[in-house]
């Protein structure tokens, strides 16, 4: 058996603490050689931290070099700053990757989805850097630099020849914003010409969005800045049921957080019927970042297995399984 490797495990708010311990049940079935070390962050634990993002919690995920995320609630138009955007400011999880994938038995208007979403994670429209410059005017700043496009750049290359991907496309809006998606594109450009068997390609944001509703099969790895991201991978999980069947990963150079992307779901915490699909796919991605690639293609297959059999299913994908239900389903399949 190999050393133990520590995971910092981190609930999160709503149905988090719900798909989570489903997460870990599965983990520990594979008898993993890791150690789960849980940490709170996000907005429930505020009146016990006075923050949503505690010092410690941090200082866990730096030591460990992994976490394992739940969904945190973030207040709208108030409140502290997301715990989310927090953990990837302290830890520079510069590339969000966003694997979008069709589930077995789950209808959507699409068949065969296979798309990739590379984002880049620490800078442009959507960190927030903005103020009141006169009353009833406020100015909010853009900041893209070429070290950080450059490396998200070369991540998403790399990602596309890790796994044997044919076409990059960077997605931008250098037509109106020449300078700041100008230089975007020239740090993939550059990139793009040290990988010459992967095709290089750049879409225009809106375009992106009317092709990708007529035909997703025409994407592969899609490399786009910070806001831009968040909305197209949005989309694509639509793509192939929602943001329930599809897992998140924020990656740095010394530290990864994989997480569920939903939405904390209040309405149903507490009353054991929330899916853990995204969380378990995100699971397996992280095994397979760690080296466990075996165990986390097993996560996968059982997935993959008890969709395809379609007998279990939870609410929100038409079924009335429990999550427990559905968790024995996956160990069973393991």
Known sequence: MANTRTVTVINGDGIGPEVMGATIRVLEALKLPLDFDHKDAGTEVIAKYG?????????AVLRSGVALKGPTGTVVGGGMPSANVGLRKRL??????????SVPSVKTRY?????????????????????????????????????????????????????GRKKVTAVHK????????????????????EFPEIQYEEVIIDNLCMQLVKDPSRFDVMVLENLYGDIISDLCAGLVGGLGVVPGANIGERTAVFEAVHGTAPDIAGKGIANPTALL?????????????????????????????GKIRTGDLGGSSTTREFTDAIIAAL
């Open 281 to 309: 796919m995100s699971a397996a991605m992280m095994l397979d970042w760690m080296g466990l690639t075996e165990e986390g293609q097993r996560v996968q297959a059982a997935l993959q297995k008890v969709y395809g059999e």
């Open 111 to 163: 068949e065969d989805v296979d798309l990739i979403v590379v984002r880049e994670n620490t800078e442009g429209l959507y960190v927030g850097i903005e103020h009141i410059v006169v009353p009833g005017v406020v100015e909010s700043l853009k900041i893209i630099t070429e070290k950080a496009s450059t490396r998200i750049a070369r991540f998403a290359f790399e990602h596309a020849r890790k796994l």
């Open 51 to 59: 923050t949503n993002l505690p010092h410690e919690t941090v200082e």
């Open 174 to 193: 250098a037509n109106i914003m020449k300078l700041s998606d100008g230089l975007f594109l020239d740090c993939c450009r550059k990139v793009g010409r």
């Open 92 to 101: 520079d999880l510069y590339a969000s990757l966003r694997p979008v994938k």
